[in-house]
């Protein structure tokens, strides 16, 4: 059985984030990919499994495949965003979904069902790796959650199940018998309807882009930055979901980063004023639609933030590219 060398790639980068030498990883891969990023690009599922349990072992981190769904967000958009594009019904999107799992990460099993009120997805692995399979699937689950909220909104309930649920589970987790998700119907048929809602054809690939640009430095700072970019959905997280994606208190965070002469509030500031000028030369974005993916409370105080960086206003920037 093949798996697309993508998802394995995520765990390796991640792994790479929280501190274990890349050698080690590539070091258990019997087959390793030609071109890893490619779309067609596979992996052995033997090698795949190798790489997950070496990562498992490496981090203990009971709660690992939920830290990662929280940072591979931007790595995994195909999974619900890009099969939103092509869906017109709740129906569909399910079709599209167990296609997309089908090809790319065979290893998982799905069943669906949706009545006008809310859906079900139920997910689960045929496979004896216990640990491993509850890695994947809680994985998985987390990235579903992650871009259901950024399409639909905060304000739509979502519940995801597991049978290892304990008390230091993320809040929106239960005990379940199974792996699963329940989401309100309504709510995401209503998504369906405005799938450009953040232009995220415009915003991922400005945010991998610097993701690639960061990874030749290999200061803390650098890892911090590349963990904020992955989890955006589409505003950058705040300081205490950095810290728990990266297994640590945010006081821990703040020391390291102090450690190298900086902070948390000059990174965050840092990435605003580089995304602000990637997103102004676009008119798609309006300047409340950048005031909003920044996460400023108003576009007056997005305004006032980019004339201090650049020394003019977003308005004055666009007329001088008119010109």
Do not use: C
Not at 71 to 84: E, P, R
Request: glycine share 4%; aromatic share 10%; hydrophobic share 40%.
């Amino acid at each position: 059985m093949k798996i697309q060398s993508i998802h394995l790639l995520n765990f390796m980068e991640y792994a790479r984030v929280r501190g274990v030498p890349e050698h080690q990883l590539i070091e258990v891969i019997q087959q390793p990919p030609v071109n890893w990023p490619d779309a067609n690009s596979q992996v052995a599922a033997e090698d795949f499994y190798a790489v997950v349990q070496l990562v498992n072992e490496q981090l203990k981190d009971e709660l690992l495949g939920i830290r990662l769904g929280e940072f591979m967000q931007l790595k995994a958009l195909g999974l619900v965003y890009q099969i939103s594009l092509q869906a017109t019904t709740v129906e569909e999107g399910f079709y599209y979904l167990k296609s997309y799992l089908d090809a790319s990460l065979p290893i998982i099993q799905i069943s669906t069902q949706a009545d006008k009120d809310k859906a079900i997805i139920e997910l689960w692995i045929d496979t004896s790796y216990l640990n491993e399979n509850r890695l994947i699937l809680e994985n998985v689950l987390t990235i579903m959650a992650r871009e259901l909220r950024m399409m639909a909104g905060e304000q739509i309930a979502i519940t995801l199940t597991s049978p290892f649920y304990h008390q230091a589970y993320p809040d929106g987790w239960q005990k379940g018998n199974r792996f699963s998700l329940t989401f309100t119907n309504t709510l995401f048929k209503a998504a369906l309807q405005d799938t450009s809602r953040w232009k995220l054809e415009i915003l991922v690939p400005a945010y991998l882009k610097m993701i690639e640009g960061l990874k030749t430095d290999q200061s803390f700072a650098s890892q911090v930055k590349i963990t904020m970019l992955q989890m955006a959905q589409p505003e950058l997280p705040d300081l205490e979901k950095v810290a728990s994606t990266l297994y640590m208190t945010a006081r821990t965070l703040q020391r390291r980063l102090e450690n190298e002469a900086t902070t948390f509030r000059q990174i965050s500031a840092s990435l605003k004023k580089e995304i602000s000028y990637l997103l102004i030369s676009h008119k798609q974005y309006s300047v409340a639609d950048i005031s909003l993916v920044l996460g400023f409370s108003e576009p007056a105080s997005f305004i006032h933030s980019f004339t201090k960086w650049y020394g003019y206003s977003p308005q004055k920037y666009r007329q001088q590219l008119a010109l």
